[in-house]
Structure formats: C-alpha cells, structure tokens
C-alpha cells in the first residue's frame, strides 16, 4: 500500500476527540472545562433535548470561554461537552443556487438536502495583496444613476449609506436581478422575519433567486449567528470565486454584523472602545471585507448595506467601512420623502475605481452632469422660494431649466432594469444638452 493510501485511510478514521463538561454560565457565555480547546473551536453541549453548539472565544484561567450558536435554554452545571476538533464549516457547490440558508449554512427553505456539497472553512483568509488584478472591467446593474455616474468594476467593494426606511433592500434586490454577474449570494443580517419573504419574493423574484443564494439570520438569532452569517455568505461567495466565476456579495447589513461582534466581544470580557464598540469589532470589519474582491481566479463584486443614524456619515462604523472600501453610494432621506427613487444622493456617491474603467466620453459627460446637480442642490433653497433672479448666473439657469430631464434621468421604477447602451446614450444627451 502506499503512501498516499495511508494517509486517505488515516484522515477517514475517525480520532478521539476532548470531553469536557460544562461549569458555569454568565450572561450570553458558558463556561467549560473542556481540553486542548483553541480559540474558534466548536463543541457540542449534550444538554437536555437538542445537543447545542457553541464556539470557543477566550479564556480564563483554566475555564473556556464560548459562546451559544442558538438558545441556551436547558443547559445545566456538568453537562458533558464534546469537542469537534476544528471551527465552524459549512458546505459549499453547485446545489446551493436557489436555496435559502440559515445563518450556520443549513437550510431552511424546505427543499431536499443538497448534494454535492465541499465543507470549507467559513473563517479563511483574504487573497493576498500582490495577486490581487487590477480592476478593469466595468459592472452594469441595471441602475441608471449607478451606471451612469458612480459606474462599478467588476470586483469592486462598496458600503451603500443609509438610514432606515429609505430603500436600501428595495435596491439591493434590483441589484441583483439586473447585475451582469454569474452568481449572487445574499446575507440577510439581523433582518425583521417579515421583511426576508418580502425581499425573497419581491425585491429578488423568481428570476434573481434561481442564480442566487440567500442566508438570513434574522434579528431574533443568537449574536454568533447573526455574526457567522456574514462570513457563511462570504465563504460561499469564495468557492463560486474559486470556480472561476463572478459573483456578486450583498450583506445587509455590515452595521449589524458589528453589533453581533460587539455583544460577543463585550460578553466575552473585552472593555468597550469606541462609541461603545469593542477593539474586535474594528479587526474584525478589515478582515472581513477584504476577503472580497478579485483574484487570479474569478471575482466577488461585494455591496455592504452600511446603517447611518440620522445620516451621521461619521459615526464609528460608517467611517470604518467607508475607509476600507472602493466606494460609497448614499441614500437620502429627503429624496426618499419627495418620492425619488432610488433615494441616491449622486453628488455624495464616489465609486473609485471609475476613472479606471470608464472611457473619456463617459467620464466627460458625468462630471458635467455631476456639476450640474451639485450646482442645482446648493442654490435649491432659493430656487425654491423664489429669491433666485433668473440670470445673475448662466451656469444656474441650465440647470434650473434641465432639472425635470435630470429628475427624470435619476428615478427608476423598482421593476425596471435599463440596458448598458440605454443608460450610455441617456447620458451623453443629458449631459451634452
């Protein structure tokens, strides 16, 4: 026999794993007496009823510190605990189109267990800076004022800003129907339950489902969960990526996230830093994202939904997230209460790889059309009440007399995808009238 052999035979045989038994719990953690455990380890819990996972995140003393994947109602002093010898995992193939998952990777959409499917590691780490491509391909989403004048590339990472109730799932799901990708992969982070069959059935429809992959870990999931779910998606969206495909990443939303890491952080002992948020938070965010993007291999183009309290673009999550992404497309809550839609504020908006991608003509004609709407909104106050005399400034009265084209250029119906040639054309008349 060989050597190759033995070692398939030796990997198949199933090891002894650490036992250990369960000596406390305060607040969201459990305290273990569990051997050789590490740091992102599993166990199981055997308490009473369903067996309970839990995940290592510190130590103290000789105790380990985990905290629940779930609820941990009927766990008691010396239940017996059971190591899996590894971190969490989660399956990954072509059987997963279409599906809904949970935020540990199971589904949860009633369907047949799929097949097929390679466990890889939810945690892995980004691809390394100097194999990275450059970004050179343009990304159409069937969104004019995103096609038009903060253009995407393909691989590209952008934090979308919003408040709530202004829009965002509405144009994450029109994203996804119309984006030139392979594949699209949605986490639904920390989500009312009513809102996911909404987005399931209208923001994403039938069309954009069959290519895409949901994981939802609503609001009401323990904090690891809603934490992980992020990174499930991330390491679905890394095998498609691995495959040699582009695939688009929509989280909703990465404020969420944080917060699941900040109640794991502070529950595991870390003292608060930031507005409250723990160091773990603001390491864990680069790590995270920075996982997306290309590689010699295939692409994720990733939109990470950013939540803004009262449209403070300055707070510590906003900020962090916005320093470490290619770009940023902000909604606005006045444009949302006038109706406008999509509610995005253009003249706020930056995409920074656009100067790399898109062709002189297309850069000329939106910074044009950019100057003219930046123009429009600082004088709109005495536009509106009528304190503007029409010709103290010729640059003004275009713009007064285009806004009703512009308007029009910029609102879109959920429903409607436009065409990369429509949008082009659209453009160039606007900004060349």
Known sequence: MDLTRL???????????PVGRVIGVVGLTVRLA???ARLGDVAIIRRHGQ????EVVGFDGSSVIAVPLGDLSGVGPEDPVESTGGGLTVGVGGDLLGRVLDGLGRPIDGGPEPANLKQVPVRAQPPNALSRPMIDQVLHTGVRSIDSLCTLGVGQRVGLFAGSGVGKSTLLGTIARGASVDVVVVALVGERGREVVEFLDHALGPHGRSRSVVVVATSDACALERLRAAEVATAIAEAFRDQGKNVMLLVDSITRVARAQREVGLAAGEPPA???YPPSVFALLPRLLERTGRSALGSITAIYTVLVEGEDMDEPIADEVRGILDGHIVLSRALA??????AIDVVQSLSRVMSQIADAEHKGAAARLRKAIALYEEKRDLVVLGAYAKGSDAALDR???????????LMQSAATLETPDATR?????LAGA
């Open 51 to 54: 067996p309970i996972l839990v």
């Open 337 to 342: 209460a006038r109706g406008h839609y999509p």
């Open 34 to 36: 569990l051997p050789g």
């Open 274 to 276: 930031r507005r409250g």
């Open 7 to 17: 070692r398939e035979r030796l990997a198949a045989t199933p090891s002894l794993r």
């Open 399 to 409: 713009a007064i007399a285009e806004r009703a084209r512009v308007e029009a250029f």
């Open 425 to 429: 054309a659209a453009l160039l008349r």
